[in-house]
């Protein structure tokens, strides 16, 4: 079995296993300490939180069994952290100024 075997965020979580309840849990507990806005979470606040990887962690906000608290009306799985690679044309650098100097 190959690493990218044994961690495939799609097919762990598909059917329920004690690994991927444990996840749950944790996600359900760290919900509560993570800023609301009108309702909304972010899931770059959640991943901030727990830690775990984004693909994991959207696998496991999709699921069905996942108990929201009153406060938090959805959850927004839309990421605002860039990933890696800048996007349009590269910034170009800035000189310093040479000092002159006074005799």
Request: no cysteine; charged share 40%.
């Amino acid at each position: 079995m190959t690493q990218a075997e044994r961690f495939d965020a799609s097919v762990a979580l598909t059917e329920p296993d004690e690994m991927g309840d444990r996840y749950k849990d944790a996600v359900e507990r760290s919900i509560p300490r993570v800023p609301v806005k009108n309702g909304v979470v972010d899931i770059d606040s959640i991943w901030v939180e727990t830690s775990l990887p984004h693909d994991l962690l959207r696998s496991i906000l999709r699921r069905e069994d996942l108990k929201l608290p009153a406060n938090v009306e959805r959850i927004n799985l839309k990421s605002r952290v860039q990933q890696g690679e800048r996007s349009g044309k590269p910034r170009s650098r800035r000189r310093r100024r040479k000092r002159k100097v006074r005799n």
